[in-house]
T-cell receptor, first 114, second 114 residues
Framework: GENVEQHPSTLSVQEGDSAVIKCTYSDSASNYFPWYKQELGKGPQLIIDIRSNVGEKKDQRIAVTLNKTAKHFSLHITETQPEDSAVYFCAARVDTGTASKLTFGTGTRLQVTL | GAGVSQTPSNKVTEKGKYVELRCDPISGHTALYWYRQSLGQGPEFLIYFQGTGAADDSGLPNDRFFAVRPEGSVSTLKIQRTERGDSAVYLC????????????FGPGTRLTVL
């Protein structure tokens, strides 16, 4: 089955700096890659996703890049703010047209300091 | 509109007891997922429903775990003869249709088995 690895496990940046979180996946059939943000005591919330037919997607301060050949994808957050502090999870899914399960990474705890 | 809701938010039980965890998906969503999140880990897939039937139950760890969705809306995850290793946050997610779609997560139920 699919295996998703995520690094780093913790990341501390100063407010205004950029943060990068990286994930690799094992199943070359995976073609959908969402990123979720989880705040304490809450469920994961989708922040951005990318499909394998594009290499990059951007939404304001957040961007995701995908390298299908290397089977890795990354989350980039620019101009970080204290409210970006949370745990971030990458995930992968094989989309065959019908709904299916997500395989998650182990998470990155991002701390944005003032 | 209302998101995915889960009850109870916290459940403490003793080893060997039976528990039921409830999920109310977003109104009109036909697909419903259960995941389990252990401390410091990403969510792990348990089971997925399309309508009333379980389309994929490959993530259920053993036959002590069972889930139902009798009317295609609310779902209940049932755990028999609970063990300390069952302690985790149980997350429910729903998506709009049977096609591969965004999964929206609830806040989870924190289960503690003493």
């Amino acid at each position: 089955g699919e295996n998703v690895e995520q690094h780093p496990s913790t990341l501390s940046v100063q407010e205004g700096d950029s943060a990068v979180i990286k994930c690799t996946y094992s199943d070359s059939a995976s073609n959908y890659f969402p990123w979720y943000k989880q705040e304490l005591g809450k469920g994961p919330q989708l922040i951005i996703d990318i499909r394998s037919n594009v290499g990059e997607k951007k939404d304001q301060r957040i961007a995701v890049t995908l390298n299908k050949t290397a089977k890795h994808f990354s989350l980039h957050i620019t101009e970080t703010q204290p409210e970006d502090s949370a745990v971030y999870f990458c995930a992968a899914r094989v989309d065959t047209g019908t709904a299916s399960k997500l395989t998650f990474g182990t998470g990155t705890r991002l701390q944005v300091t003032l | 509109g209302a998101g995915v809701s889960q009850t109870p938010s916290n459940k403490v039980t003793e080893k060997g007891k039976y528990v039921e965890l409830r999920c109310d998906p977003i109104s009109g969503h036909t697909a419903l997922y259960w995941y389990r999140q252990s401390l410091g880990q990403g969510p792990e897939f348990l089971i997925y429903f399309q309508g009333t039937g379980a389309a994929d139950d490959s993530g259920l760890p053993n036959d002590r775990f069972f889930a139902v969705r009798p009317e295609g809306s609310v779902s209940t995850l049932k755990i028999q003869r609970t063990e300390r290793g069952d302690s985790a946050v149980y997350l429910c997610a729903s998506s709009q249709s049977w096609v591969a779609d965004t999964q929206y997560f609830g806040p989870g139920t924190r289960l503690t088995v003493l």
